[in-house]
């Protein structure tokens, strides 16, 4: 049987024993067997909208905090356990070391999409988030705060751990001291687990819930799908007619030039395009496909460089229902 992975978030620098008078304790958090971390951020001194409510007429109600903000994301490879059953243990380790809960959703309850796309979180495919199933949970001690995003995919489970302490902290995962270091992001990769499909589109949404159309080509500032054959959309509607009870959303992403509110309707009416191409080119029923977009509020890149702005000009397709088959 495999170690239960620890999680230890140290919140301030110094010695992993008890703290002195004044000092913050450690976070320490039991992850399930099989678990592996998958992605890390972090930054010494940044910001942090802390969800307290959904996502409701627009606006997602949240706490403004400071400090150290630290992110990793984990899969639980082989994981038969629902989003549920993934946070309750969570939960309760949080709430035996001195955590109070002042906010828990899940789902549509939470806001659904908008809900998940204002909320920070590690990119695709690292953290997956299903959005039709995924539990988000914030909770406060004292001067820090943590968060949790639960979701699956057919393949795995993903969480994603978000703490912010007042004082610099340690690297998430280890109890060794740490140096300070100027603000970056640091992402680790390791390989998916065969699908037995080789790196297809369908293999993509089979082992993490998303993949990025690739090949669609827009012309700049323009949200029209020129005529033409389209390998990716092509690929698309073959799996969902092979699994005829999934649904989609396809979301559309731009990087960061210009003002917000045009980026949003420029990447919504380009995933627009994709829906209406998957309906008449292919005769998928509507109801089974979503469109929308996130403008740059989801980047997979750096926007500071050309390639970086290339990478976040992308529209995406995510599996919104459960189960799927290869």
């Known amino acids: ?95 035996a070391q001195g955590f109070d809960i002042v906010f828990e959703c899940e789902g549509l309850q939470c806001g659904g999409f908008d ?15 299903d959005l039709g199933d995924f539990r988000f949970l914030s909770a406060t001690r004292k001067d820090e705060a943590i968060s949790l995003m639960v979701s699956k995919s057919a393949a795995a489970g993903f969480v994603q751990v978000t703490h912010v302490g007042q004082k610099p902290a340690q690297a998430l995962g280890t109890t060794a001291p740490a140096t300070p270091q ?15 499909t080789g790196d297809t589109l369908a293999s993509r949404l089979l082992a993490s819930g998303a993949a990025v159309l690739t090949g669609l080509d827009f012309p700049s500032g323009s949200a029209a799908l020129p005529k033409g054959s389209y390998a990716a959309l092509d690929q698309m509607a073959a799996w969902m007619k092979a699994n ?50 996130v403008g740059y509020l989801a980047p997979i890149a750096s926007n500071q460089t050309e390639e970086g702005r290339q990478k976040n000009r992308r529209v995406e397709v995510m599996v919104t229902s459960t189960p799927v088959q290869p």
Do not use: C
């Not at 320490?28 to 971390?37: F, G, I, K, R, T």
């Not at 809900?115 to 988030?129: D, I, N, Q, W």
């Not at 380009?270 to 089974?288: E, T």
């Open 115 to 129: 809900f998940r796309f204002a909320t920070p979180l590690l990119p695709e495919p690292e953290m997956h988030v």
């Open 182 to 196: 100027p603000a970056q992001e640091t992402v680790f990769r390791q390989p998916q687990p065969s699908q037995g």
């Open 1 to 95: 049987m495999t170690t239960p992975r620890r999680l230890i978030i140290a919140a301030l620098l110094g010695s992993s024993l008890a703290p002195m008078p004044g000092q913050a304790q450690s976070v320490d958090l039991v992850m399930p067997e099989n678990s592996a971390a998958v992605a890390e951020q972090s930054a010494p001194f940044a910001s942090y909208p802390l969800p307290l409510g959904p996502f409701r007429d627009g606006t997602l109600p949240t706490k403004p905090l400071e400090g150290a903000v630290q992110q990793r994301a984990w899969r639980i490879d082989g994981s038969g356990a629902s989003t549920l059953e993934l946070l309750v243990p969570l939960r309760a380790q949080l709430a």
């Open 244 to 293: 005829p009870e999934t649904s989609v959303a396809v979301v559309g992403h731009t990087d960061a030039s210009g003002g917000l509110a045009g980026n949003i309707a420029l990447s919504r009416q380009r995933a627009q395009a994709v829906r209406q191409y998957l309906i008449r080119q292919h005769g998928i029923d509507s109801s089974r496909i979503e469109a929308e977009g």
